[in-house]
């Protein structure tokens, strides 16, 4: 039997309905232990007889005779465990322990305090107050120092009550004479109205505690969000931009270290918010662990000076999150502002290219014209050549079939302007006339022209005239 007991665990002297150890241990007919008064209460709560444990359904509830085997070992488990109790308690008091103030020599480990006495004893010297009915009366608290804090200073009397009106623990003589016709109630009293309140407080404080972690999961949540958005806009970015030439590549960089930009800015945001709820939650919790312990205290005024110290009605002030997101940073429209903008820059390449192709086609067409001295502007100054004038030259080109008149500018190998739809019935002769001379000749003009004779399609190079 000896070698049972060291072998068996305390789980398997449990019993499954309360979780405690057997009392009057029985057993039903699937094989399952209970103590009889477990087992009968589940029957009469349940209206039905069922194993609680295999779910086994008995058409008649069975008769339940105590295990005797059962019985004599938990019988002896507990012996064994109280011996281990209580030579865990015959210990000497450690640092940071409170010492028998009775034991002489070596201090034993005080098992409880008295509040009557002022004194805290040790298991061997606490059976005076265990048994001698005179002292049973007195009340135990789990041991603590400096009992003489719960003395009165002023009237040297246990502070065994608790004035509301003003709030403080005070003596039976307070009572009577600095108290009198105060709300005084006794300290177990209010304890027990104070450890309601915490409760209530440290309730209010873990749902806190749960909205700033679930406020963490949701800006934890943006932020992936807000990452994948990123991610999808980037290879939006990579597989537009990729199919481009060379030169786009250049736009798909600044796209992507724009949108990394914006991420990382949105990811110092968030870190910074969650490093806030965190450090709140740290808070929180340092107050709600200070508060649980106080609210598990058997010493009445130790939770009572406790919860004044905590201040339980005016909490430290905390930041309302209600307001508070960090929303996914968006980047709609990025990519397609970027193709905007890359679209007007190919636009505007493709045109300069067009223009040049354009040049290079009508070029074909072009013809040498010599200006007439004779017929020119008397202002005009010619080359000796009679072909151009410094400093710039002009194209036109002109389809007499398709009645279409452009302007080119030469150097820029740009079209400046083309008239259509013009009609052309006779013979074409260029005429040249400076714009302006007539309505001021005071004004100095550099312009293009040209005047040369067209029948078909023709392209004419002639230099810009300068007008003194």
Known sequence: MAA???????????????????????????????????????????????????????FSRPELLVNTFMSEMVSQFRQ?????????????????????????????????????????????????????????????????????????LKHDKPLELFCRTDQTCVC????????????????????????????????????????RRLKIQEVQHNVKLSEEDADREIVEGVLVFTALMESIEIKLKELNDAIKAK???????????????????????????????????????HLLQGVQSLNIHHPPPTKDWSQVSVPPASHEGTVRRALSQLEETLSNTMKTLVAEAEMKRVQKFAVDVTLDPKTAHPD???SDDGKQSVPQKVGVFVDYEEGLVSFYDVKAAALIYSFTGCSFKEK???????????????????????????????????????IV
């Open 80 to 152: 064994s465990t109280q011996q281990k109790v209580r030579s865990s308690r015959e210990q000497v008091a450690k640092p940071g322990e409170v010492p028998c103030d009775v034991c002489t020599g070596t201090k034993l480990k005080a098992l409880k305090s008295c509040l009557v006495c002022l004194v805290s004893y040790c298991e061997t010297h606490l059976e005076g107050h265990l048994t001698a009915s005179r002292l049973k009366k007195h009340q135990l608290i789990n041991p603590v120092e400096n009992l003489e804090d719960r003395m009165c």
């Open 263 to 301: 991420q990382k800015k949105k990811e110092k945001q968030a870190e910074a918010v969650i490093k806030e709820l965190e450090k709140e939650i740290s808070d929180l919790m340092k107050r709600s662990t200070e508060m649980e312990k106080l609210s598990l205290s058997e010493d009445h005024l």
């Open 172 to 211: 039976m003589l307070c009572t009577v004479l600095d108290h009198k016709m105060h709300n005084v109630v006794p300290l177990k009293q209010e304890c027990e109205g104070k450890k309601v309140e915490l409760q209530k407080t440290e309730a209010e404080t873990q749902e806190m505690i749960q909205k």
């Open 380 to 382: 005009l100054i010619l």
């Open 428 to 466: 074409l002769l260029p005429y040249f006339c400076p714009a302006g001379l007539c309505l001021a000749h005071q004004i100095r003009h550099t312009f293009t022209n040209i005047l040369l004779e067209v029948f078909k399609p023709q392209f004419i190079s002639i230099s810009a005239i300068t």
């Open 4 to 58: 049972s007991n060291f072998l068996l665990s305390e789980d398997q002297f449990l019993c499954s309905v309360c979780l405690d150890v057997f009392t009057d241990p029985v057993s039903t007919p699937c094989g399952h232990n209970f103590c009889k008064r477990c087992i009968n209460d589940y029957w009469n709560t349940n209206n039905q007889n069922m194993c609680p444990l295999c779910t086994k359904v008995f």
